[in-house]
């Protein structure tokens, strides 16, 4: 005779359209509802992610609990916070349904993550998410400057997405989202995800990216003001420092000065300069009030 299970049972492909199927889902583009049929995938994620009983997780998106239930197989804990009243009202039935001997370590935020300012329960010590790929960026963010006990994550992103987010200076895919993450961590990709462990199939690759936090910068210039000239920076990639950050400091020949003091070359690009360089030229808009 089997022994009886006392892991979660995952979801399968069949099991993902049963449940839409009692749902009456329809996914939406607007909300970037793709949802893992496969539960290698799902195991993938959870081993990269490195979860073990002593973490609290965060899943933003659980959608119809497919990642959810592998991660309250690993963890001591699982938050999620889900937008869709209509995925947010089945999930807690799927998870008591699927991992009963582990529901009572699961909690569910129905909100949007985004408008999250704080959390019930054990505050995470690892982010894990199969994120939307339209606010994937603004919600790593949005939550490594909320939570700072989150230690460490991985993250399912539209590929482009991922090579963005982990990209170095001088990459051509380094820009916004590169800098202002490595103010609060390393990334790096891990993986790569075929569209076809998803349903609906998007028309896109995904890809995985890790990252750890590490301490932020010390610096007299608030993350605001840094966040404000990376922002400069990049909002015209092909202009010169000097040029491109003349609407921060007054005037072109301000900005100059300026970069000159944080030991920078006025006609050097944004795409060049590293998080401590965004910091030296926030320390001199601090500087000068």
């Known amino acids: 005779m089997d022994a009886p299970r006392t892991g979660p049972a995952l979801l399968d492909p069949s099991s993902v359209r ?6 009456d889902l329809r996914p939406t583009k607007q909300r970037g509802q793709n949802f893992v049929t496969d539960a290698n995938t799902v195991r993938r994620i959870v081993a990269l992610a490195g979860l073990g009983p ?7 998106g659980p959608g119809l609990g497919s990642l959810t239930l592998g991660l309250l197989e690993a963890a ?25 001997n582990q529901a009572d370590r699961f909690t569910l935020v129905t909100a949007d993550a985004l408008q999250v300012t704080e959390l019930p329960g054990p505050q995470p010590t690892a982010l ?24 460490r994550g991985l993250v399912m992103v539209q590929s ?6 982990v990209a170095g200076p001088g990459s051509r895919t380094y820009g916004v989202p590169s800098a202002k993450v490595a103010w609060y961590a390393e990334a790096g ?43 400069a920076a990049f909002n015209q990639r092909r202009k010169m420092l000097r040029s491109a950050l003349a609407g921060v400091f ?16 006025p006609t050097s690009r944004g795409e060049t300069l590293t998080i401590t360089d965004f910091v ?5 808009v601090a500087a000068r009030g």
Do not use: C, K, M
């Open 18 to 23: 049963a449940l839409a199927a009692e749902l």
């Open 54 to 60: 002593q973490d609290a997780v965060l899943e933003v």
């Open 76 to 100: 001591g804990h699982v938050t999620a916070i889900e937008i869709d009243t209509l995925l947010a009202g089945r999930l807690p039935r799927t998870v008591a349904d699927r991992a009963p």
């Open 128 to 151: 894990v998410a199969n994120l939307p790929y339209n606010v994937s960026v603004p919600v790593i963010l949005h939550l490594l400057a909320l939570l700072p006990s989150i230690e």
């Open 160 to 165: 482009e997405v991922a090579d963005r987010l």
């Open 189 to 231: 990709r891990v993986g790569n995800v075929p569209p076809t462990v998803f349903w609906p199939v998007p028309n896109v690759d995904s890809g995985l990216v890790r990252f750890t936090r590490r301490p932020v910068p010390q610096t007299t210039a608030t993350r605001e003001q840094v966040f404000a000239v990376i922002d």
């Open 250 to 265: 007054g005037s072109s020949a301000q900005a100059s000065a300026a970069l000159e003091a944080a030991g920078l070359d």
């Open 280 to 284: 030296a030229i926030a320390e001199q």
